[in-house]
Every structure is written in structure tokens, then in C-alpha cells.
């Protein structure tokens, strides 16, 4: 069984810093691409940044320039470094990768961090 564990979230004033980490677990042939969305109250779940294994990234145009995603695929790892972040980006934050074993790949989801941004 796979898993995908978020951590790292938190509160923080605007301006400062947060790194989120998900770390992919369980039965694992590859994992191939992994990505931070996120999900404001009242508002549907978006696409914050992707990355593919061979670490082409894509980014929200609401973070480019501030967020940064990355990943270890020796630790089947994906980090999201977060900066100058602003109260918009309050959000509960959800790792999604696709991963695969005998050749089949499966979509999964973390359980979600929550990360706050004070004025």
C-alpha cells in the first residue's frame, strides 16, 4: 500500500518562509510525477507546482517567483520551499504523485497540511 505524508506546514506571518516535505511510502516501483495543490476554504483545490522525475517543474502563475519544488527521487521525496508568503496562500496543502509498480502507475493523495499566513 502506498502512502503520501505532508509535513512541514504551519503559521506564519506574511513575508516569512515555510518548507513543505511529502514523502511517498509503501510498496514502490517508480514514482513519476509529483505535485503540491492546495485548497482554501470555500474555494476548489488548485494546482500550486509539478514536477516530473526528470525535474521539468511547472508553477501557478499566483506563485511563481516566491515557491520552489523539488524533489530526491532516491528518497521518492518532493519539498516545496515557500517564500515571501502573503495571507492568499493560506491554505490546507495536499502532495499528489502518480506511482507505480509493475509498470502501472496509480494516482494518490496525501492527507493535507495546513499552512496559515497572517497579515
Known amino acids: 500500500q502506498v502512502r503520501l505524508v505532508e509535513s512541514g506546514g504551519g503559521l506564519v506571518q506574511a513575508g516569512g518562509s515555510l518548507s513543505l516535505s511529502c514523502t511517498a511510502s509503501?510498496?514502490?516501483?517508480?514514482?513519476?510525477?509529483m505535485a503540491w495543490y492546495r485548497q482554501a476554504p470555500g474555494k476548489q483545490r488548485e494546482l500550486v507546482a509539478r514536477i516530473t522525475r526528470g525535474a521539468n517543474t511547472n508553477y501557478a502563475d499566483s506563485v511563481k517567483g516566491r515557491f520552489t519544488i523539488s524533489r530526491d527521487n532516491v528518497k521518492n521525496v518532493a519539498y516545496l520551499q515557500m517564500n515571501s508568503l502573503k495571507p492568499e496562500d493560506t491554505a490546507v496543502y495536499y502532495c499528489?504523485?502518480?506511482?507505480?509498480?509493475?509498470?502501472?502507475?496509480?494516482?494518490?493523495w496525501g492527507q493535507g497540511t495546513q499552512v496559515t499566513v497572517s497579515s
Open positions: 509503501g510498496t514502490i516501483g517508480s514514482v513519476g510525477v
Open positions: 499528489n504523485a502518480d506511482v507505480g509498480l509493475s509498470g502501472r502507475l496509480q494516482n494518490y
